[in-house]
């Protein structure tokens, strides 16, 4: 057979294992797109409802993050698209995130294949035996195909994947690994072709970089992460067609000072950066200590997919206060693999590379940060290390012929095996009940899922079954309010006022950790009093409540305090009390001034649903004019007070003179 007919026949049937993994995912994923929203699907997705693709509509959704309304901007325009042409239903959502996941694995595979070529390139370096493929470019595309297979078709990612809100994290990766690729080729084509190799490069930096920094925040951790690709897989060497010197220069602009600008950042920023410590019951160093249990938990998962030992919820893992054995030992661990990454540049460079890929990718969200402690979505990106390590060392076996065709069948089985595995965990998903059952059996431990399961019970009038899922909530959450403002809610259509559960919720809201679960829970308790559908809460106790919670400085967030502030003043100023209400939202929008022209649009337009209290329009654009003085606001207050306007002259008599438009 000529070597063009063996190429063709080899790349064909590259072609259709590619396209049969390509199919197993989406039949796997299938069973998913059934399921639910859930966590913060809904609070993210209300705000990103607009009638018209125009700007003035589209200014609050897109530019609500931090970084002067920038961040995770994309992201927002995804799902925002999504919510326009789709609607509600969660089915059309999971669909794309399905199919962005589907895209991301032609990606990894892409990606893999370009790090096997480049390691074969370097000296030293023992890759597939040629026997295996009858061409470098196959032996490169097989062993990629397998870390694409089983990336794609690991059922932890299903958490990530079937997790509407994770479109974030999904995302970024596609635009992280667009980079990576566009750096790779342009790294490889310098040798031949500088010109076209410099601008693969640029493309990526310039242009598909900032896409993803503008979806999430860790896709700044592609810098590091490349520069460990240079310095273990090219081993930071310049090429003939390119002067060390530009070389160098490529190097530092686009990969050491990004990581040193972050570095800068986070020194300059520290204090707002960890404020959100306040709002959390651990401190840093305890969230360093258990950051390293929480690794090996991730280590374990990605080792043995047992779909039984994953879970959505993980905020029931214990906190790590001291520095005992097991965490010492634990600690040792993670060492020797960072020391044997390095170990093994010159040997096995893949092997290195994937290790220290795997912890790259979680310096961000698994280190100092106040976040949560545990999240299967943080290994999104980063199982691709541990993966590419896995496949490196059988690719270094499978260069001996007897070995290979046991390799082969074993490497069949366990893409077989995940397809299974991700297939049962997404038949979960897609349904509520199924999921909450399988929560709260795996994570008993867990607030989140006792009150997922609570929520179900109630919303199917299991009332015997609800009360004792009640009190195991408080059990589990003694640092919060929440719980006892979700007992509260149940309880409000009582005749008689539950004194006792009253007293409860005031004696915890002064003192404990403030949630965006519980200015929402308020909220919702305001209209159900509104209309009369609580009779055991008076608007007297829900203000009393609501004042308590917004003068509480343990929150982890500015965007929690400004919903607490916004319904204080809201609550106040039904009451009559404008004095109180006027100071609410000046503190409100204070802070909405530090985040974002988003946050700032939307808490002047809070301003001017209180202002809608005042008796007489001119009470009501005196009041919008007083609170929003800054020269931030100026400009949103001003389109307020013109809606007010002629809102008032549409309803004023026509023998009237109706007020003329202020601008302010």
Not at 105 to 128: C, E, N
Not at 445 to 456: D, H, I, K, Q
Not at 590 to 612: K, R
Not at 634 to 656: H, S
Request: charge should be positive; glycine fraction near 6%.
């Amino acid at each position: 057979m000529s070597t063009s007919r063996t190429r063709w026949v080899s790349n064909l049937t590259l072609a259709f294992f590619l396209l049969g993994i390509l199919g197993a995912a989406w039949l796997a994923y299938t069973p998913s797109l059934d399921g639910p929203f859930l966590l913060d699907d809904g609070p993210n997705l209300n705000y990103l409802g607009v009638e018209r693709l125009e700007w003035d509509q589209l200014k609050h959704p897109l530019l609500s993050g931090r970084f002067n309304g920038f961040s995770r901007s994309v992201g927002r325009a995804s799902l925002l698209l999504t919510k326009f042409v789709s609607g509600e239903h969660p089915a059309p959502y999971k669909r794309e995130n399905v199919l962005l996941h589907m895209a991301n694995g032609l990606l990894i595979s892409w990606l893999a294949a370009l790090l096997f070529r480049a390691a074969r390139s370097q000296p030293a370096s023992k890759q597939l035996s040629p026997a295996m493929s009858a061409s470098p470019e196959a032996a490169d595309w097989w062993p990629a195909l397998l870390v694409g297979s089983l990336w794609l078709l690991h059922p932890l990612l299903v958490s990530t994947v079937a997790y509407v809100v994770q479109r974030f994290v999904i995302l970024s990766a596609f635009f992280s690994l667009l980079t990576a690729i566009c750096y790779l080729k342009g790294r490889l084509a310098l040798a031949t072709r500088p010109a076209l190799g410099i601008g693969l490069m640029l493309l990526g930096f310039l242009v598909l970089w900032p896409l993803g920094l503008l979806t999430k925040e860790n896709t700044a951790l592609l810098a590091p992460t490349l520069l460990a690709v240079e310095w273990l897989i090219f081993r930071s060497a310049a090429t003939a067609a390119l002067p060390r010197r530009v070389h160098s220069v490529l190097i530092a602009l686009f990969l050491a000072l990004p990581c040193l600008l972050a570095c800068v950042y986070i020194a300059l920023r520290h204090e707002t950066l960890f404020a959100g410590y306040l709002g959390r019951d651990f401190a840093m160093h305890d969230r360093l200590l258990s950051e390293i249990h929480a690794l090996w938990l991730y280590i374990k998962l990605i080792f043995v997919p047992i779909p039984g030992q994953m879970a959505l919820f993980h905020d029931g893992f214990p906190v790590q206060r001291d520095l005992d054995a097991a965490t010492m030992l634990r600690a040792l661990g993670i060492s020797s693999l960072l020391l044997g990454a390095l170990a093994l540049r010159r040997r096995c460079p893949l092997v290195g590379l994937g290790i220290l890929w795997f912890f790259i990718w979680h310096a961000m969200e698994s280190t100092i940060l106040p976040l949560e402690l545990v999240f299967e979505h943080r290994n999104y990106l980063a199982l691709f290390g541990p993966v590419l390590a896995a496949v490196a060392v059988v690719s270094r076996l499978s260069a001996h012929a007897p070995r290979r065709r046991l390799i082969i069948v074993f490497s069949a089985a366990l893409v077989l095996l995940l397809t299974l595995n991700t297939a049962s965990r997404a038949y979960t998903w897609g349904d509520i009940d199924r999921l909450a059952a399988h929560e709260y059996s795996r994570h008993p431990e867990s607030p989140r899922a006792t009150n997922l399961l609570l929520t179900r019970a109630l919303s199917l009038g299991r009332f015997d079954a609800a009360r004792p899922l009640m009190s195991a909530l408080q059990e589990r959450a003694p640092t919060v309010v929440w719980p006892l403002l979700v007992e509260l809610h149940v309880r409000c259509n009582q005749q008689e006022p539950p004194l006792s559960l009253l007293e409860k919720v005031h004696a915890k809201i002064d003192a404990a950790v403030v949630r965006p679960a519980d200015v929402e829970l308020l909220r919702r308790l305001w209209k159900e009093v509104g209309v009369g559908r609580c009779p055991a809460v008076t608007s007297n106790d829900l203000l009393s409540l609501v004042a308590h919670l917004a003068q509480n400085d343990r929150v982890h967030n500015k965007v929690t305090i400004i919903g607490a502030l916004n319904l204080y003043s809201l609550l106040a100023a039904e009451s009559g009390d404008f004095d109180t209400a006027r100071a609410a939202m000046r503190q409100s929008i204070q802070h909405a001034t530090t985040t974002s022209p988003g946050w700032i649009q939307a808490t002047v337009t809070a301003a001017a649903e209180v202002a809608s209290y005042h008796s007489t329009y001119d009470d009501a654009v005196a009041f919008i004019k007083e609170v929003t003085r800054g020269k931030e606001t100026r400009l949103y207050a001003a389109d307020i007070v013109v809606r007010l306007t002629l809102k008032a002259r549409a309803a004023a008599p026509r023998d009237e003179n109706p007020p003329a438009v202020d601008q302010g």
